[in-house]
């Protein structure tokens, strides 16, 4: 078979074997169907099928194959932090300041400190650091992975839940827009490249006035412009960031953020966010799960997921529990919005990915973060929805 024809068999996969599992297993309450991609593209990965069917996963997933996918993986996966950036609206969060640095930075400090004792304890044993990492990237980057707040997907739960434009989801929004700012500081600092600082000075000083001068453009052309506009500016920034040796990623979510969400009709932009998510992020979620790896032994990689996922929940947890005492909020109120901001699956997906190209874990702990992250998605719709039902009964009886 030519490469084009397996190429489609693969692509077959990517879109068939998910659906199927999600509509007739039903499982939207606990696994919405992008946790179901994900889940998809770790049982198609080397460590499973490659495992029990070699000859197949080879014949379907050949290195022509893989660099094909992972072309379409790439933009996919640029778009899809781009309009993460775009959707941030810091504007709110300055408005509401006080309240919303303290939550957020306990929602974000206190997991990041859990985590990083989880990735003290992983260092005791070897396969979990990368090749290229110094000990404080590989602390800091695990630390920032169970502290990783997914904003798209968070803003997809509470679509869901219909609680997206009530007052506490535009609360939960803007501690979460918040923290995702800082994740990608926090990356930007884990990947600088001493051997190349002036490379990266010089992208940030170039992105600097390119952006004031961005800005004026898009201000003055009418939507449908500012769409093409906008690709180009994230192909550039994307460019300009990975050969700085940053990552591409870092380019394609600061190219979102200087942009305004308020630039674009807001309908068009969650059909563009649902449209990115429907027709090439699974290919992304595929190429995910061909880079997991069970070489330390399935416990052990099972085990570091478990730790990594306890240090997680109980970090994000403890953090908005202590902020709603701060803060006086109403009994149960800081658990619910714990449970929400653990929402990790593609963000901390991305932020991994970009740790493992830079060899600052390895692919083991690559698939420790990638099982943590989806059990705390998993985890987040069940545990809400009781608390929901809980609130409103005590709102309607007050």
């Known amino acids: 078979m030519t490469v084009s024809e397996v190429f489609l068999i693969a692509m077959l ?9 999600w509509r007739l297993g039903r499982t939207d309450y606990f696994a919405p169907l992008v946790v179901v991609q994900i889940i998809m593209g770790i049982l198609l990965g080397p460590g499973v099928l490659g495992a029990a069917f070699p000859d197949y996963y080879q014949f379907v997933f050949s290195a022509p194959v893989i660099q094909s996918l ?7 996966v ?7 950036g775009i959707e941030l609206d810091l504007r709110k969060a300055w408005t509401h300041r006080g309240e919303s640095s303290v939550t957020a930075g306990l929602a974000l400090g206190v997991p990041l400190l859990l985590g990083s004792a989880a990735a003290l304890v992983l260092l005791t044993q070897p396969g979990w650091m990368g090749a290229k990492a110094h000990h404080w990237q590989f602390v800091l980057g695990i630390g920032m992975a169970c502290a990783v707040t997914a904003l798209p997907i968070l803003i997809l739960l509470m679509e869901k839940l219909a609680i997206l434009r ?26 600088t490249d001493w051997e190349r600082v002036g490379r990266q000075v010089g992208f940030l000083l170039v992105f600097a006035v390119a952006s004031v001068l961005f800005r004026r453009l898009m201000r003055r052309v009418p939507e449908r412009d500012r769409w093409y506009l906008g690709l180009i500016w994230l192909a550039a920034c994307g460019l300009g960031a990975d050969w700085s040796g940053l990552h591409y990623m870092v380019g394609a979510f600061i190219a979102g953020v200087v942009m305004d969400g308020d630039w674009f009709d807001q309908d068009h932009m969650d059909l563009l966010r649902h449209h ?20 330390v032994g ?7 997921a478990a730790l990594l996922l306890a240090a997680s929940v109980a970090g994000k947890l403890a953090g908005l529990g202590l902020a709603g005492r701060i803060l006086g909020w109403a009994r149960g109120e800081g658990m619910l919005i714990g449970w929400l901001l653990q929402t990790k699956a593609l963000i901390m997906i991305i932020f991994a990915n970009v740790l493992l190209d830079k060899a600052i874990i390895t692919n083991a702990t690559f698939t420790a973060l990638l099982l943590m992250a989806v059990a ?23």
Do not use: C, H, K
């Open 166 to 191: 009530q007052p506490l989801g535009q609360r939960i929004l803007r501690y979460a827009s918040l923290d995702d700012i800082a994740i990608w500081g926090v990356l930007a600092v884990i990947l």
């Open 298 to 304: 399935g416990f052990a990689v099972f085990g570091a």
């Open 13 to 21: 996969i990517v879109f068939s074997l998910p659906y199927l599992l």
């Open 78 to 84: 640029m778009l899809f932090v781009w309009i993460a």
């Open 276 to 295: 990115v998510l429907l027709v090439i992020m699974p290919v992304f979620f595929l190429s995910t799960g061909l880079r997991t790896s069970w070489q």
């Open 70 to 76: 992972n072309g379409v993986a790439q933009w996919a």
């Open 376 to 398: 705390s998605t998993m985890l987040t719709v069940p545990m809400v929805t009781p608390r929901l039902r809980r609130m409103a009964q005590a709102t309607g009886e007050r």
